[in-house]
């Protein structure tokens, strides 16, 4: 969602701000032991998702082999709400009408749903926020059927002078409105990493956390925000994961080489992989893309291990992981023009000078392992290599 800038509460004065109160650490859920895989509403639709839209992408992935790749959830984002009742529930507008309904719908196909709310008395686009709902909103949206909530910090910019106790004290009142609700909901909080989030977000309850600004449909805006991923490797793994925000693949911003850059940067970090492309729509470089089953597999490799630097080659920039079976997953990932790389194998550690096996997992092809790996890169183009030790 596209952040607001902060601004002072009404009547907010510098020697008595307003504060929200204290509210004890939440403890995990337990969700999400891997990154949430699925779909979200906001990069391609924004405003305009309809509950026909929903249930298209619900019967979509069921058919097309996402929802058996792994891609579980269907979450709306924002412009799903309509007012709260006499009692103070809050209903959906016209364009959703019967969200138990919606819910059911989803869970049918064998996949979960998702909502988007904010701490704030308005969302990001001004529909109706959570704020002193929190309760009241958590059982209304366990009593739909949702398993995910998105909960996105900028309408509460309104309200509070913006500081980490005032961003973490209305995370952790709806992590604990969600505990008590009597379902299993994956709590992710969107706030674009302020005040290092990834220190203090596992007190919130909070399954994953936004660490960068909205991601555009764009190459420097995509790369950078994967990259940043790599200084924060210490505070994400199974259960709390950082999350450079949602897949832009098949939106049609970036080439099919970029695309794939970027299912593959996400999955060797790894991060949350949600498509935010029509999935009615695509075609089948996206499908390829997207439901490549060897890549998913590093994404939800079940160690949950970060990546890390290797070294760099020029423009190309060589990343590795360790992975739960004892292989290393090997990424190559081209910041400039076409480029040639060269990895001898000794350089992953002393028990793959002499490799037991190695893999392209774009290619879906063995590799020899006699000599030095060599490949050449296109422009803004990534190789992945899964490569097992003697």
Same mark, same amino acid.
């Given at each position: 969602?596209?952040?607001?800038?902060?601004?002072?509460?009404?009547?907010?004065?510098?020697? @008595?701000?307003?504060?929200?109160?204290?509210?004890?650490?939440?403890?995990?859920?337990?969700?999400?032991?891997?990154?949430? #895989?699925?779909?979200?509403? /906001?990069?391609?639709?924004?405003?305009?998702?309809?509950?026909?839209?929903?249930?298209? #992408?619900?019967?979509?992935?069921?058919?097309?082999?996402?929802?058996?790749?792994?891609?579980?959830?269907?979450?709306?984002?924002?412009? /799903?709400?309509?007012? &709260?009742?006499?009692?103070?529930?809050?209903?959906?507008?016209?364009?959703?009408?019967?969200?138990?309904?919606?819910?059911?719908?989803?869970?049918?196909?064998?996949?979960?749903?998702?909502?988007?709310?904010?701490?704030?008395?308005?969302?990001?686009?001004?529909? @109706?926020?959570?704020?002193?709902?929190?309760?009241?909103?958590?059982?209304?949206?366990?009593?739909?059927?949702?398993?995910?909530?998105?909960?996105?910090?900028?309408?509460?910019?309104?309200?509070?002078?913006?500081?980490? &106790?005032?961003?973490?004290?209305?995370? !952790?009142?709806?992590? =604990?409105?969600?505990?008590?609700?009597?379902?299993?909901?994956?709590?992710?909080?969107? =706030?674009?990493?302020?005040?290092?989030?990834?220190?203090?977000?596992?007190?919130?309850?909070?399954?994953?956390?936004?660490?960068?600004? +909205?991601?555009?449909?764009?190459?420097?805006?995509?790369?950078? !925000?994967?990259?940043? *991923?790599?200084?924060?490797?210490?505070?994400?793994?199974?259960?709390? /994961?950082?999350?450079?925000?949602?897949?832009?693949?098949?939106?049609?911003?970036?080439?099919?080489?970029?695309?794939?850059?970027?299912?593959?940067?996400?999955?060797?970090?790894?991060?949350?992989?949600?498509?935010?492309?029509?999935?009615?729509?695509?075609?089948?470089?996206?499908?390829?893309?997207?439901?490549?089953?060897?890549?998913? %597999?590093?994404? *939800? +490799?079940?160690?949950?291990?970060?990546?890390?630097?290797?070294?760099?080659?020029?423009?190309?920039?060589?990343?590795? &992981?360790?992975?739960?079976?004892?292989?290393?997953?090997?990424?190559?990932?081209?910041?400039?023009?076409?480029?040639?790389?060269?990895?001898? /194998?000794?350089?992953?550690?002393?028990?793959?000078?002499?490799? %037991?096996? %190695?893999?392209?997992?774009?290619?879906?092809?063995?590799?020899?392992?006699?000599?030095?790996? *060599?490949?050449?890169?296109?422009?803004?183009?990534?190789?992945?290599?899964?490569?097992?030790?003697?």
């Amino acid at each position: 969602m596209l952040l607001t800038l902060a601004v002072p509460a009404a009547g907010a004065t510098a020697s @008595a701000p307003p504060s929200p109160a204290a509210v004890a650490p939440v403890a995990s859920n337990g969700l999400a032991a891997k990154p949430p #895989m699925g779909w979200n509403s /906001w990069n391609h639709f924004a405003g305009r998702i309809t509950a026909a839209d929903v249930r298209d #992408m619900a019967d979509t992935m069921a058919a097309n082999g996402m929802r058996d790749a792994g891609y579980i959830y269907v979450n709306i984002d924002d412009t /799903w709400e309509g007012e &709260r009742n006499a009692a103070g529930d809050i209903e959906p507008n016209d364009k959703f009408g019967d969200m138990k309904a919606l819910a059911d719908y989803v869970h049918a196909r064998g996949l979960k749903l998702g909502l988007y709310s904010s701490p704030g008395a308005k969302t990001c686009a001004g529909f @109706a926020g959570s704020h002193g709902h929190e309760d009241q909103d958590a059982h209304r949206f366990a009593a739909w059927g949702v398993d995910y909530l998105k909960y996105d910090y900028c309408g509460a910019r309104d309200l509070y002078p913006v500081t980490q &106790r005032n961003q973490e004290m209305l995370f !952790r009142k709806m992590g =604990q409105a969600l505990r008590q609700a009597g379902r299993p909901i994956v709590y992710s909080l969107s =706030q674009s990493g302020d005040f290092d989030i990834w220190r203090w977000g596992p007190q919130t309850g909070a399954n994953l956390w936004r660490t960068t600004p +909205d991601i555009g449909d764009n190459w420097d805006s995509m790369l950078q !925000r994967g990259l940043r *991923q790599l200084d924060l490797g210490a505070w994400s793994g199974p259960g709390h /994961w950082s999350d450079p925000d949602m897949l832009e693949i098949g939106n049609g911003g970036m080439s099919v080489d970029e695309y794939r850059t970027q299912m593959s940067l996400w999955s060797l970090l790894p991060a949350p992989l949600l498509a935010g492309n029509d999935l009615r729509t695509m075609d089948a470089a996206t499908r390829d893309i997207l439901l490549n089953r060897e890549v998913i %597999a590093v994404d *939800q +490799d079940p160690a949950g291990h970060p990546a890390r630097r290797l070294e760099r080659q020029g423009d190309v920039e060589v990343l590795v &992981r360790d992975m739960a079976d004892g292989s290393i997953v090997v990424g190559f990932f081209n910041r400039g023009e076409q480029a040639s790389v060269r990895l001898p /194998w000794e350089k992953l550690g002393p028990r793959f000078a002499r490799t %037991a096996g %190695a893999r392209d997992l774009w290619r879906h092809a063995e590799i020899d392992t006699k000599q030095p790996f *060599q490949t050449s890169l296109p422009r803004h183009g990534a190789t992945l290599l899964r490569v097992w030790g003697e």
